[in-house]
């Protein structure tokens, strides 16, 4: 059994409407998966025969908007990192945050138990420098990956098919002045899905939507709306998802309501494709999900 988390920041469930890219892009893979509906709040508690789509809470019982800091530890620990330090934190885990990952983090958890896990973002040669000095200031996910004691893929691995950056395609990291060759979203699906095959469990990071949706420029959502649909239906043509599930899920909404550039309260998606458990546990809010996926590969089948 194994498991593959596509991790989207900022994409939570609105409701159907002009200023939802989620519905007014077109999405055939997830439209397939959810049985001809949109990733709406709509569609909110779909079960078909493809997949499962399920709405979290990420306010996580806090006032205030959501943030990512917070949002993202608690979805990699299952510990509310909200509550943990009274309140919602954008940005980079401070120390407190970066704690509870070092203590609860999923992949160093899922390491111990004997499986094995790996992430298939690739970082640019300056985040290397960044961490030979020491520096530790970096996104959740990243923290997570470090305390588990994982190596970083690299551009060179990308070039190898070994790893994919984390805009899928490497046009937003090649206006930072790298010269990467573009890959078409499909090329990025079907390399996680041979990655994944070697692994117990795989973690994908995207992030574009949560800057694109502060930008709230419908065009480029548009676009983007389109990738990420053709990755995850790449992803799900090579993946053998008779042995694997198959989990997007993100931590606060944003993209999905570009009449605001701040974040939103709306739920989460929760869509779980491939082999998903005959019985599903209670799964509510961001803390749900890492336990979600530990008992998942502790028990290994469905």
């Known amino acids: 059994m194994r498991v593959v988390l596509f991790f989207i920041d900022g994409l939570g469930l609105a409701p159907a409407g002009e200023n939802n890219p989620l519905s007014t892009a077109s999405t055939p893979a997830l439209n397939r998966l959810l ?11 779909f079960h078909g025969p493809l997949a499962t789509l399920l709405p979290l809470d990420a306010t996580l019982g806090v006032p205030g908007y959501p943030q990512s800091a917070t949002g993202q530890t608690t979805l990699f620990s299952g510990q509310n990192a909200a509550q943990a330090i009274g309140r919602h934190l954008n940005g980079f885990p401070n120390e407190e945050l970066r704690q509870i990952l070092s203590a609860e983090g999923l992949l160093g958890k899922i390491i111990k138990a004997g499986k094995s896990a790996t992430f298939l973002n690739c970082y640019r040669p300056e985040f290397f420098a960044e961490l030979d000095r020491g520096r530790l ?20 691995q990308m070039l190898q098919g070994e790893a994919v950056y984390s805009d899928i395609t490497n ?5 930072l002045g790298h010269d990467v060759p573009v890959v078409s979203p499909e090329q990025a699906g079907e390399c996680l899905a041979r990655v994944a095959r070697q692994h ?51 931590d606060h909404g944003n993209f999905e309501d570009l009449l605001t550039a701040g974040h939103t309260s709306n739920p989460v998606p ?19 999900v890492a336990p979600f996926v530990l008992r998942v590969l502790s028990k290994g089948t469905v």
């Open 137 to 156: 200031l970096f996104s959740a996910s990243t923290m997570l990956n470090f305390y588990a004691g994982l190596p970083f893929r690299t551009f060179q």
């Open 270 to 288: 929760l869509l779980l494709a491939g082999a998903r458990p005959k019985e599903l546990p209670v799964l509510n809010d961001l803390t749900d």
């Open 171 to 175: 046009e937003w990291v090649r206006t």
């Open 35 to 45: 049985g001809g509906q949109d990733l709406t709040r709509e569609t909110a508690g």
């Open 200 to 250: 117990d469990f795989l973690l994908f990071e995207h992030f574009l939507t949560d800057i694109f949706g502060h930008k709230r420029c419908r065009e480029k959502a548009t676009v983007l709306t389109g990738i990420i649909d053709r990755f995850i239906g790449s992803a799900l043509a090579h993946l053998n998802l008779s042995e694997t599930l198959f989990i997007m899920t993100s």
